[in-house]
T-cell receptor, first 116, second 115 residues
Framework: AQKITQTQPGMFVQEKEAVTLDCTYD???????LFWYKQPSSGEMIFLIY??????QNATEGRYSLNFQKARKSANLVISASQLGDSAMYFC?????????????FGGGTRLMVKP | DAGVIQSPRHEVTEMGQEVTLRCKPI?????LFWYRQTMMRGLELLIY????????DSGMPEDRFSAKMPNASFSTLKIQPSEPRDSAVYFC?????????????FGPGTRLTVL
């Protein structure tokens, strides 16, 4: 089974509107971390936001927030007030504790396109 | 800090040739990861090191792939012999374990094309 699933291969959003990128995960480990990375067309991977499995509150970083629903095993990224520069691929990733060490497992990504 | 440094940024080679990709992690980071990104398979972890020791190489596709980390500031990923299906972007990432995020910092990647 896929550990990280991103069901939206591509999405459009109008500039200045908010957008939600979906991510669901599968793990039996009680301790894990969830990450979102942005990959613009230039190719670099940029860390955006992190959510720990024991965190009581949803993570926020500027215009990025994470809608963490632990029982549903979902960790959706919300981008508020979209900008043209937000057009990029977005990857959700998970790190499990225990034997998996500190490796990340990535989802297939969502391509976000912001329309002017 | 300069960030994770990878070289070369682009590599074009012919099938059968040896290819060596290089990575300099961020100073003080004790974990180093090699990833491969393709359209078909997405981002895959190939191997990772902790304190220069390979911990998990289960993602290395074949014996043609090998990775070393002779010291804390340098790692190589070697493909010998290379094949067209090895064409991909190869990323190196590093981080220093702490109690907080442990986000991995990625290098700019090496785009490999095997003809």
């Amino acid at each position: 089974a896929q550990k990280i699933t991103q069901t939206q291969p591509g999405m459009f959003v109008q500039e200045k509107e908010a957008v939600t990128l979906d991510c669901t995960y599968d793990t039996s480990d009680p301790s894990y971390g969830l990450f979102w990375y942005k990959q613009p067309s230039s190719g670099e991977m940029i860390f955006l936001i992190y959510q720990g499995s024991y965190d009581q509150q949803n993570a926020t970083e500027g215009r990025y927030s994470l809608n963490f629903q632990k029982a549903r095993k979902s960790a959706n990224l919300v981008i508020s007030a979209s900008q043209l520069g937000d057009s990029a691929m977005y990857f959700c990733a998970m790190r499990e504790a225990g034997d998996a060490g500190n490796m990340l497992t990535f989802g297939g990504g969502t391509r976000l396109m912001v329309k002017p | 800090d300069a960030g994770v440094i990878q070289s070369p940024r682009h590599e074009v080679t012919e099938m059968g040739q040896e290819v060596t990709l290089r990575c300099k992690p961020i100073s003080g980071h004790d974990y180093l990861f090699w990833y491969r990104q393709t359209m078909m398979r997405g981002l895959e972890l190939l191997i990772y090191f902790n304190n220069n020791v390979p911990i998990d190489d289960s993602g290395m596709p074949e014996d043609r792939f090998s990775a070393k980390m002779p010291n804390a500031s340098f790692s190589t990923l070697k493909i010998q012999p290379s094949e067209p299906r090895d064409s991909a972007v190869y990323f190196c990432a590093s981080f220093r374990y702490n109690e907080l995020h442990n986000e991995q910092f990625f290098g700019p990647g090496t785009r490999l094309t095997v003809l």
